[in-house]
Every structure is written in structure tokens, then in C-alpha cells.
């Protein structure tokens, strides 16, 4: 029995398909053909959206055999076919089931599919799978499309293979996805040959293949399919399967495009953002991202907001970028999610909220997005509507890290290095820097830098760190810019250069970089690599200082204090010290010190002085544990400590600091603070002579001359005492005159001696001063000068030099240069007895005992030999001697005289010794002894005393009278 089959109205099917617009959007060479074809068999008029009367498509049309078969067969595929075009995005395989396909009634799609019309069995399952007319049943959907794929019928295959990629119906299966696909695509089916392409681009249960993915995308883009079109293009955009070729990419973006495909309007727009492919033109950019965006697609909505956020192509508009950021955000967009997070967190185009922004970033986060994941950890990090929690922020750092985040990696490598929210791990800090630092980045490639000139978690290793600084700078990342400039500044890694240190750290500094700034502010100051400029130091320091850089204040301070580009001001300099050592820096804490010490722009304040000089000491500057030292040393802004001087001295002088060396040397060899150790005194001193410092080579040539801690070595003490006198010491100068004086390791040579000791005497040095005037005096190695020796005296004696002072006395009291005058005499010898100079006391007592520009007086000439004698000066105590033998202001006393000419005697005093012989061969509070007697003539008259010659002669005389037997 016949099946009574309902009329199907054709035409109203076919206008309203036509109607769609998709049919336009999707058009392909088949739906031109179709429309070729209706118009032909005058069903409908021909498009008006369409282009004019396609001759090609009616030629093609008039070819086919049996035309109202192939209409009707092309009627139910297009309906069906149309169905499926919106799957063509790819945004899900089931799609809209498009307006006019449930036109005709189930029963009469049934009756054809009954009869094996395998369009109407392709047809059912698509009511079936979409629920249209029937109840949704994916298992019956499998059972129509796979009677439809029996007979090869392309859609139907596809569809078929569309459920087993789904699971709906099937358990899900990638390999018969893929197996149903081939079939359709093999037949030329454009959506099948996409979806083909894309299951060979991902690896879907195929062997991952890019060239067989841009095989099946270009059969279905050639067709005009906007998906494959679109994804042909992003695989020339990276060069996957293909050569990269960004004109070509852009082609096939456009071409989709045009179709109004909103993805492929998306990534054209990036393109003319990028300029790929096409000339840059943030316009351009903007208007397709607009067409994207106002269709829904999201990753339009995300590029049209940051182009309003940037102000690019369009004004900048922080509201409508929220508005557009909020809409993909809306529809679960991961990117927009983050980016509505990062409004409400700098509170652009909102109010700043912290909580919505971490609402946002979580959301974001929780799909895994990693940079979101890294935004999310970094509010945890900076405790930004949160209490701050590094170990959660590490947690998220980690997840964004591990999918290859560069920000996320950098950021779990920084808590590594420093500890927080993870145990210090060095080694751990550098293996994520260097993560991200092949991934290019800039600031990676700088920390793990950082990490191989300090030796952390790898071996200290300057050139490497060169190496990865100069990466970064290649880049022009400032950081870098400004380290390798360093790097340069110091010849650490590289050959020491200024004028190269100066090229990197000006290329930092005009990008703003503070640490750039403040070394070309250092390098214009210092003049190293530039010509010296105050005032471009001055500009330089000014911008790093008002970033609050400490370099830069330090140095601001310094000017202002020296007064270099700017007129001297104290206050100012104050100000920038104090604003740098507020910071804790230790360089400005000890100019703070100096500030104090000295009275400069505040009261002189030792205390403080020594305050700011030991805060800074305690972080390790060199400098200031030297100060700190010396004011232990002599008692500054406290109590006298040499035990705490020898410990700041020992803690400067192990990181070789010359003068701190010098000091404990000195320390060591005169037992200040510590127990005597010549041996001590001479390592101290020869560290720091062989830095060059002159008072650690004179005094190490002084322990050579002595012996002490050394062999006595006088060509070692020579070679020191050159070495620092050469130098300019003015008492290595002496010293060494006094070699050649003396002829101590060196040929005595009293010219050469001269040459010296006029060195450090026209450097100021009184005893050199002092010596000088005695070799004028007596015409030692320069002509006899009184005139000079005076002159001489005079600037020794004016610096207070009680030797100088004493020996202006002698001029004057002996007239030699100068009138006799025995007042000036007095006059000198008293300021160098204020200073207890034995020899001015002893000759006081003698101008009060002769009367000599002082009325005599044999008292007060005692009391001034006994202050000399105390001092054991030998001719006092013969002096005293003498006036207890005459009586003279004292009752006479030989045994007196006696004992105090013993005293001259035991230091070989010619006075003394004349003065015992005469009691001794008179038996005057001695027993006479005149063997004794001749004994002390003899030696007394040796050293040149005339009156024990006269005593010898005398004896000589009065035994030749003698009758002898």
C-alpha cells in the first residue's frame, strides 16, 4: 500500500532559507550554484543581498542531468546544510537549526527517510539531535545520520562524526570522529574538511600533523568555509605547516572576515594593531574589533577594550574599555575576566576596589588562566584586599609559572631568593629566572644576572653575568642598561671602562631608570668617561634624587658640602644626607658623621658623630669603621676605648683598608690597647705599604732600621723609607736624610741628606725644619749660613718644636746670627722648658747661676737643674754637682757634688767627668784616688773638655817635677 505522502511547499522553505542571513554569511560554491538553480526554475527571485545574476552558477546549473531530482535533493541538504553552518565557528557542534527546516512535518521527512531518501534520514537526525518537532534523542540522531553515512551521504557523515566527537548518542571517540569526517571530507564537504583539519592540528586521537591541518583547512577555505579560513590563517601566523607569512595570514583572515565570521574580524584587527601582514593601523584595528565584538565574540569584546584602555585607533575611554572587558568577562572569557579585575585594582574607568578585583582574578584564575593566576597570587603577595600571604601568593605564583607565565616564574623566582612564602633556595630562584629568562625576558635575564655576579645559587661568575646583562640590554630593559653600565664602571666581567660605563648608564637614564641616572650623575661629578660637568651631575642627580634614589642624595649632599655646581650650602647638604641615611644606606649615615664631627651646618657634635659613624661601621663601611675607630682612639664624643679602636681598626684593615692598616701596625708597635708585638706591627704595616700607603712604608722602615719584628735590615729600611719618601711623607723625607746623614744602609752622602731634609722642611715638618736650621748652623752638607739656621729655627720653633725653641736660645745667648741677647735667650729656652726640654731647663739654671741677662742667683739655678736632672739630663746633674762642691746657693758638700757628678759620669758627661777626677785627685769627699783622677781626664778631655786637658797637662807637669829613682 502506497504511503500518502503531504504536499511539501518548496518555495516557502526556500524563502525562508534564503532569508537567512547566514546563508549569505556562509556562501559557498554549492549555495551559489543552489541559488543559480531556484532562480532558474523561477521558485524565487534572486537574492537581493546577493550579487547580480551569476551566469557562471546558471551554466553550471543547465549541466546537471535530472534537475528537479537535484533540486529537491539540494532543497533537504541545504536545509539541513544550513543547519549545520553555524557550526562553522566551531563554538559547538550542534548549532542553530535554522528557520524554515521545520516547515515540512515530521511524518512527511519520516515518509522519505522510510524510503531511504538519505538527504530526509540526514534531515531526521538532525530534528532528532536538536530537538525540533520531536523530543531530543541523540541516540535516534545516531541511528538516521548513520543510515544517511551508509549511503555516503556527506552531511550526514559529518554529523555522524560530529556526535562521536561530542559523546551525545555514543560514548565519545576521536578516532571515529575523525574516520566520519574523512568520508565527508573526502566528498569535498567543506565543514568536514575543517573540522578534519582541526583534529589533525590538535592530535585528536590522530597523529599530530600541522601540514595535514593546513591541507584540510585550505580544501574547506577554498570552498569559502570562514573557520577553516580563519584557522588557515592563524597557521601562517605562527608557521605551523607552512612557512610563516603574515601577508597570508592576513588574507585568510580577511577573507573570513568579510563573511562577518567574527573570530577571523578578531585576529584581523590584531593584525592592523601589530601591523603583520598588513600596515599598522590601530584604526583599522579598532573597527574590526568593533564588528567582532558587537557580534558577541569576546576576544573582539577583550581587544576593543584594551584599544579604549590605551587610547589607541580611539580615544582613550577607561568606561567603555570596562564596558567591552565586562562582556566577554560576562560570557566566561578569561582574559576579559582578568582585564575587569585589573580596572577595579588601579580603579580605571571604576572606582578602585580590591575585592572586585580579586573576585575577577579568581574567576579568571580558576580557568587556569596563568597570567591571572600570577595577578591573583600578586594581590595575596601585596596583601591588596587580603591580608598579605606570601605562601598563597606562591601558591598561584607556581600554577601560572608552571604553564610557562614569564611574570609568574620571575615572581616565584624572586620569593626563592628572598624567602618569602617559600624557604630561601638560591639554587631553586635561579632555575625559574632562567625560565623565564629564555623565554626572552628582560627582567629574568637581569635578576639571573644579578644571581651569577653575586654567587647566589650558582658560582660567582662576573662574565656570565655580563653575559645574560647585555641579553637584557639588547632589549633596551633600563635595569640592564644601567647594571652593565655598572659592570663597566668597576671592570667586574669586563675590562674596566668608563666611557663605556657612561654610554650604558645614559641609555638607562634617559628611559628614567634612578640607578641609570644617579651613575651618570657620579661619572659627570667624578668626570670618568665625560667631561667633568657639575651641572649636568647636578641634572642627573636631581631627577634619580626626586625618585628618591640614594646614590643620587648622597651625591646632591656631597655638592651642596663642596660646593660643586652650586654655591656652598651646608643646610642643603644636610638635608640630602639626612633624606639618604633615612633610607639606611651606610655611605650618607658616615657624610652625616663627618657633617657632625666637623660643625659643618650643625653644632659640632661628637657624640652624634660617633652615633651615625657606628651605625654605619656596623653595615660594613669600610670608612666609617676607621673613623669609628679613631674616635675610640682619641677619645672623640666619648671616653677613650683602645680596646674598641683596635677592634674597628681590625675590622677596617681586614677588608684592606691601607690607613686602618697603618693604625693597628702603630697600635701593635707601641702596645696600645694590645700586648707589644713587633711581629704583629710588621705584617699590619707591610699589607698596607704594599697598597702604597707612605706612613705603613716609613714605619716598616723604621722597625727594619730597629730590628724589631724583623732582622735589622738597614738596605729594608732604606728600600721603605725611598718608597714613601718619594711618595712626598715628609717624614719618610726625614727619615731618609737621616740614612744618608748617618750613612745607614746607603753611602753617607751629607749633600744628599741636605737634599731630604729640605723636602720635608718645605712641606712644614718642624724637626725636619729644626735639622735643617743645624746643618746652616754648622755648615753639614750646605754652606754655613747663620742667617739661615735662624730663619730655620724660627719656623720650627713657631710651630712649637721645643728643640727648634732650644736652639734659638743658643743663638741668642751664644750671639751667633744674631746681637747676644741673653733676655731672647731666656725667652726660648723658657718655651721649651714649658715643654720640659731637659737641655732648655739645664741652660736656665746656668743663665740664673752666671747672672747672664738675669740677676744671679744660685737658688733658682738649682731648682732648674734638678727639673732638668729629673729628666736625666747629664749636664744638670754635673751642674748641681758643681754647686754643691762651691756652695753656691746650697751649704758645700763634696760627698753631694761627688754623687751627682756619678750620675753624669754613668751617662759619659765630659763635664761631669772633669769635675769627679779634680775631687778624686783632691780626696774632696772622696778618697783620694789620682789613678781615678787621670782615668776621668783622660775620657772627659777625649770628648773635647779643655779644662780636663789643663788638669792633664797639669799632672802631666807636676809628676815630670818628681825625682824618680
Known amino acids: 500500500m502506497a504511503v500518502l505522502r503531504p504536499p511539501v511547499d518548496f518555495k516557502t522553505v526556500i524563502v525562508n532559507i534564503l532569508s537567512e542571513p547566514a546563508f549569505k554569511r556562509f556562501a559557498t560554491v554549492e549555495t551559489i550554484h543552489l541559488a543559480g538553480c531556484l532562480y532558474i526554475a523561477k521558485i524565487v527571485p534572486w537574492p537581493r543581498a546577493w550579487p547580480a545574476d551569476s551566469p557562471s552558477a546558471v551554466r553550471t546549473c543547465r549541466k546537471s542531468e535530472g534537475y528537479g531530482m537535484k533540486l529537491r535533493v539540494w532543497l533537504l541538504t541545504v536545509a539541513i546544510g544550513l543547519s549545520s553552518m553555524a557550526w562553522a565557528g566551531m563554538d559547538g557542534r550542534e548549532g542553530n537549526y535554522e528557520a524554515g527546516l521545520h516547515q515540512m512535518s515530521l511524518s512527511a521527512w519520516r515518509a522519505l527517510a522510510d524510503d531511504g531518501d538519505a538527504a530526509a534520514q540526514n534531515c531526521l537526525g538532525a530534528m532528532y539531535q536538536r530537538g525540533q518537532g520531536v523530543s531530543r534523542d541523540y541516540h ?118 568579510e563573511k562577518g565570521y567574527a573570530l577571523a574580524q578578531a585576529k584581523l584587527g590584531l593584525m592592523y594593531e601589530l601591523g603583520r601582514g598588513v600596515q599598522e593601523n590601530p584604526m583599522h584595528a579598532v573597527a574590526w574589533y568593533r564588528k567582532a565584538a558587537e ?136 632555575a625559574w629566572y632562567r625560565k623565564a629568562a629564555q623565554q626572552g625576558s628582560a627582567v629574568a635575564q637581569t635578576n639571573l644576572g644579578t644571581m651569577y655576579a653575586m654567587g647566589r645559587g650558582v658560582p660567582e661568575d662576573p662574565m656570565q653575568a655580563v653575559a645574560f646583562y647585555r641579553q637584557a640590554a639588547a632589549q633596551g630593559y633600563a635595569e640592564a642598561l644601567s647594571k652593565l653600565g655598572n659592570m663597566y664602571l668597576h671592570g667586574v666581567g669586563v675590562a674596566q671602562d668608563d666611557v663605556q660605563a657612561a654610554e650604558w648608564s645614559r641609555a638607562s637614564a634617559l628611559q628614567g631608570n634612578t640607578e641609570g641616572q644617579a651613575q651618570l650623575c657620579v661619572l659627570y661629578y667624578t668626570g670618568r668617561g665625560v667631561p667633568q660637568d657639575y651641572g649636568q651631575a647636578l641634572s642627573w642627580c636631581g631627577k634619580a634624587a626626586e625618585q628618591g634614589d640614594v646614590v643620587a642624595r648622597n651625591t646632591l649632599g656631597t655638592m651642596y658640602l663642596n660646593g660643586r655646581g652650586v654655591t656652598k650650602n651646608y643646610a642643603q647638604a644636610l638635608t640630602f644626607f639626612r633624606q639618604a641615611a633615612a633610607q639606611g644606606e651606610a655611605v650618607p649615615k658616615y657624610n652625616l658623621a663627618i657633617m657632625y664631627e666637623q660643625g659643618l651646618g650643625v653644632p659640632q657634635d661628637y657624640p652624634q658623630a660617633r652615633k651615625l659613624f657606628r651605625e654605619s661601621a656596623e653595615q660594613g663601611y669600610v670608612e666609617a669603621q ?30 684592606s683598608h691601607a690607613n686602618a692598616q697603618t693604625s693597628l701596625g702603630w697600635m701593635y708597635e707601641h702596645g696600645i690597647g694590645v700586648a707589644k708585638d713587633y711581629a704583629q706591627a710588621v705584617v699590619w704595616y707591610r699589607r698596607s705599604a704594599e697598597q702604597g700607603n707612605a706612613n705603613a712604608q716609613d714605619n716598616l722602615g723604621n722597625l727594619y732600621h730597629q730590628g724589631h719584628g724583623v732582622p735589622q735590615d738597614d738596605a729594608q729600611a732604606m728600600k721603605w723609607s725611598s718608597l714613601a719618601a718619594e711618595k712626598g711623607l715628609a717624614n719618610a723625607q726625614f727619615n731618609l736624610g737621616l740614612m744618608y746623614q748617618k750613612g745607614n744602609g746607603v753611602r753617607q752622602d751629607h749633600e744628599q741628606a741636605a737634599v ?210
Not at 676607621?626 to 677588608?655: N, T
Not at 736660645?809 to 733676655?823: F, I, R
Open 140 to 257: 535516534e540522531a545516531v541511528v538516521w545520520y548513520r543510515k544517511s553515512a551508509a549511503q555516503g551521504y556527506a552531511m550526514a557523515q559529518f554529523n555522524l562524526g560530529s556526535l562521536y566527537y561530542l559523546g551525545r548518542g555514543v560514548q565519545k571517540d576521536y578516532a571515529q570522529a575523525a574516520a566520519w569526517y574523512g568520508k565527508a571530507a573526502a566528498q569535498g564537504h567543506a565543514i568536514a574538511q575543517a573540522a578534519l583539519g582541526e583534529m589533525f592540528e590538535y592530535g585528536l586521537d590522530v597523529p599530530k600533523d600541522d601540514i595535514q591541518a593546513v591541507t584540510w583547512y585550505r580544501k574547506a577555505a577554498e570552498q569559502g568555509n570562514a573557520y577553516a579560513q580563519t584557522r588557515l590563517g592563524a597557521l601562517y601566523e605562527v608557521g605551523r605547516g607552512v612557512r610563516q607569512d603574515y601577508p597570508l595570514a592576513s588574507d585568510w583572515y580577511s577573507k573570513a572576515a
Open 756 to 965: 731630604w731634609f729640605r723636602k720635608a722642611a718645605d712641606q712644614g715638618l718642624a724637626k725636619a725644619q729644626n735639622t735643617v736650621g743645624t746643618l746652616y748652623r754648622t755648615g753639614v752638607g750646605v754652606l754655613k749660613d747663620q742667617s739661615q739656621a735662624l730663619d730655620w729655627y724660627r719656623k720650627a720653633a713657631g710651630q712649637g718644636l721645643s728643640r727648634a725653641q732650644f736652639n734659638l736660645g743658643l743663638m741668642y745667648e751664644a750671639g751667633s746670627g744674631v746681637p747676644q741677647d741673653y733676655a731672647q735667650a731666656m725667652a726660648w729656652y723658657r718655651k721649651a722648658a714649658n715643654q720640659e726640654h731637659p737641655a732648655a731647663l739645664c741652660n736656665i739654671g746656668n743663665l740664673f747661676e752666671q747672672g747672664y741677662g738675669v740677676p744671679q742667683d744660685y737658688a733658682q739655678a738649682m731648682i732648674w737643674y734638678q727639673k732638668s736632672a729629673k729628666q736625666g739630663n747629664a749636664t744638670a746633674e754635673a751642674s748641681i754637682g758643681k754647686l754643691y762642691q762651691a756652695g753656691n746657693g746650697v751649704q758645700q758638700d763634696y760627698s753631694l757634688a761627688a754623687a751627682w757628678y756619678r750620675k753624669g759620669v754613668a751617662q759619659g758627661n765630659a763635664l761631669a767627668q772633669n769635675h769627679l777626677g779634680y775631687l778624686y785627685e783632691h780626696g774632696l769627699g772622696v778618697a783620694k784616688d789620682l789613678q781615678q783622677a787621670l782615668d776621668l781626664y783622660q775620657k772627659s778631655a777625649a770628648q773635647g773638655e779643655v779644662d780636663a786637658q789643663k788638669n792633664l797637662d797639669r799632672i802631666s807637669k807636676k809628676s815630670a817635677a818628681v825625682p824618680h829613682d
Open 626 to 655: 676607621y673613623r669609628l675607630a679613631g674616635m675610640y682612639d682619641y677619645g672623640m664624643g666619648g671616653e677613650k676605648d683602645f680596646s674598641q679602636a683596635l677592634v674597628w681598626y681590625r675590622k677596617a684593615a681586614d677588608q
Open 295 to 430: 557580534q558577541g565574540n569576546a576576544e573582539g569584546q577583550v581587544y576593543l577594550g584594551t584599544m579604549l584602555d590605551n587610547g589607541r585607533g580611539v580615544p582613550q575611554d577607561h568606561s567603555h574599555a570596562l564596558a567591552w572587558y565586562r562582556k566577554a568577562a560576562e560570557q566566561g572569557n578569561a582574559k576579559g575576566q582578568e582585564y575587569v579585575g585589573m580596572m577595579y585594582q588601579y580603579g580605571r574607568g571604576v572606582s578602585q576596589d580590591y575585592t572586585q578585583a580579586l573576585t575577577w582574578y579568581a574567576e579568571a584564575a580558576k580557568q587556569g588562566n596563568p597570567s591571572a593566576q600570577f595577578r591573583f597570587g600578586g594581590m595575596y603577595a601585596n596583601g591588596l584586599g587580603v591580608t598579605r600571604d606570601y605562601h598563597e601568593a606562591a601558591a598561584w605564583y607556581r600554577k601560572a609559572a608552571e604553564q610557562g607565565d614569564v611574570e609568574a616564574q620571575i615572581g616565584i623566582g624572586w620569593m626563592y631568593e628572598f624567602g618569602k612564602g617559600l624557604t630561601k633556595d638560591y639554587a631553586e630562584s635561579v
